[in-house]
């Protein structure tokens, strides 16, 4: 069993940056893909990003390439979020959660069908 809790979140202004993190416990994640996940009032939950066991295969939703960024320190069991240029659209409740299974921890996935655990999220506002 993985427990993952996120942090980071809150409020910022349009162009503003944040960092999300995402510690996990009771299981080591280097061995999975892992995925950012958001939720806006409304809406159904959608990728964000997601990156492979290592960190070195990355890949993003089109509304937010070029802007945030994923990685992760497996030492210290946890992924982050750099989040840039922020918008109002980006207003959301962000999820981290871990992908276990085996095809995926090369590319990672898009899908929130193939994650197992999630996290409580994080709350990200952006004003205009």
């Known amino acids: 069993q993985v427990q993952l809790v996120e942090s980071g979140g809150g409020l910022v202004q349009t162009g503003g940056s944040l960092r999300l993190s995402c510690a996990a416990s009771g299981r080591t994640i280097s061995s999975y893909a892992m995925g950012w996940f958001r939720q806006a009032p409304g809406k159904e939950r959608e990728f964000v990003a997601t990156t492979s066991w290592s960190g070195a295969v990355t890949s993003y939703a089109a509304s937010v390439k070029g802007r945030f960024t994923i990685s992760r320190d497996n030492a210290e069991n946890t992924v982050y979020l750099q989040m840039n240029s922020l918008k109002p659209d980006d207003t959301a409740v962000y999820y981290c959660?871990?992908?276990?299974?085996?095809?995926?921890?090369?590319?990672?996935?898009?899908?929130?069908?193939?994650?197992?655990?999630w996290g409580q999220g994080t709350q990200v506002t952006v004003s205009s």
């Open positions: 959660a871990v992908d276990p299974n085996p095809q995926d921890i090369v590319y990672g996935s898009s899908r929130a069908s193939r994650y197992d655990y």
